[in-house]
């Protein structure tokens, strides 16, 4: 049932992606997931695309893998493509009916709102498929390190997202294993109408929010016994370097910034033949 679930899963490699230092890769998502929503234009969110899948070939990551972790918000996207393209406002109408009515500029935004959705989800995935989450938990906690200054608990933030993308995998196993323990106990979950669907998904709800409860005492008694105290006095086994990867990194998405930006403002100068045709309401 959960097994197409891929995000927070850790795929090894020796790639260009996986080499680079996780702070280069946190700073070139937020970089990315900023300029997928400032794209104004087919032009720009193109020019995202290109980016994407240059990562995606340096990570040599299978191109499948990553879209298994879209598969989890399909309802969602699906959802919001429908509400858009019957709800949302323009003058060129091609079809209505009642209160729906599908129009040029839905139909673009449509499209728009969707493909960030996707290469939202993409360039997370890259970045959790490439990076561990003891990587992970280091680079959020040296960008977060000047908030140390104002008390705020920098490591604890840190290690809390880490565990928590430490156990994804293995709640999505344990969830496998319930729902087949369950099936072999005569549980249906694929017949009837949703709310019947839905009522079937308490007898997994239980045992499985039991399992995590218990996986978290478990947890924090090994911690205790590991004589974990927090930030304090701790010391770095491995420390962070930036190389020179991670200089040709943000130097990419430098340039994709850059051409984000000439492309919103000028687009319209640099391809005035179809300006009239794309633009968005």
């Known amino acids: 049932m959960l097994n197409d679930v891929t995000f927070g899963q850790y795929y090894p490699a020796q790639s260009f992606v996986h080499k680079m230092d996780p702070r280069t890769k946190i700073l070139a998502l937020i970089a990315f997931i900023v300029l997928l929503f400032v794209s104004s234009n087919f032009y720009s969110l193109l020019a995202c695309v290109l980016v994407i899948s240059i990562a995606l070939a340096a990570a040599r990551v299978p191109f499948g893998r990553v879209l298994k972790s879209v598969k989890g918000i399909i309802f969602i996207v699906v959802f919001t493509a429908v509400l858009n393209l019957f709800f949302h406002g323009g003058e060129t109408v091609y079809a209505q009916w009642w209160i729906f009515r599908i129009t040029r500029e839905g139909i673009i935004n449509t499209v728009f709102l969707t493909s960030r959705l996707f290469f939202l989800v993409m360039a997370s995935s890259v ?16 960008l977060l390190k000047p908030l140390k200054y104002i008390r705020f608990p920098v490591h604890e933030l840190a290690l809390i997202m880490s565990i928590a993308l430490r156990f994804i995998p293995t709640l999505i196993d344990e969830t496998n294993r319930i729902i087949a323990a369950q099936k072999a106990r005569g549980a249906d979950f694929e017949s009837g109408n949703l709310f019947k669907r839905i009522k079937a998904i308490i007898p997994i709800l239980i045992p499985l929010l039991i399992s995590a409860f218990r996986r978290a005492d478990e947890l924090g008694d090994a911690m205790d016994a590991r004589c974990y105290s927090g930030s304090k006095n701790r010391t770095k086994y491995k420390k962070l370097k930036f190389g020179g990867r991670d200089i040709v990194a943000l130097l990419v998405f430098a340039l994709l910034i850059a051409g984000v930006v000439l492309l919103n403002i000028y687009w319209a100068q640099i391809f005035p033949l179809i300006n009239d045709y794309i633009r968005l309401s």
């Open 127 to 142: 970045l959790t498929l490439t990076t561990t989450p003891v990587a992970l938990t280091d680079g959020i906690e040296s």
